[in-house]
């Protein structure tokens, strides 16, 4: 079965740590380039970090660069998201996506992604 499983979420306090992950499974994700976004209550999806099929490139929102690091595991087929300095506005869903072949590196857009996770929630308390 092709899917991608989140998980690590949960409530932290302002200027704490979290590490997501994101499992995948039924398709190569060492093929696939895969990205991160996330959505807060009452607003749009918004894209935050994507990284490269083999690991070594990377691109991140400018609300989130230099707090977050994107990671992808290959050998475990597991993508990670550490969220450090977490602020009250990175409340959201976050959810990750494997880029569809053909689409752009880094796409902010969500139908180019599949497949894509239930999400896991993230609440900072101020």
């Known amino acids: 079965q092709v899917q991608l499983v989140e998980s690590g979420g949960g409530l932290v306090q302002s200027g704490g740590s979290l590490r997501l992950s994101c499992a995948a499974s039924g398709f190569a994700f060492s093929a696939y380039d895969m990205s991160w976004f996330r959505q807060a209550p009452g607003k749009g999806l918004e894209w935050v970090s994507s990284i490269t099929s083999s690991g070594y490139g990377e691109a991140y929102a400018d609300s989130v660069a230099g707090r977050f690091t994107v990671i992808k595991d290959n050998d475990k087929e597991i993508l990670y998201l550490y969220m450090n300095s977490l602020k009250s506005e990175d409340t959201a869903i976050y959810y990750c996506?494997?880029?569809?072949?053909?689409?752009?590196?880094?796409?902010?857009?969500?139908?180019?992604?599949?497949?894509w996770g239930q999400g896991t929630q993230v609440t900072v308390s101020s």
């Open positions: 996506g494997s880029l569809r072949r053909g689409s752009q590196w880094a796409s902010k857009i969500r139908s180019d992604y599949d497949p």
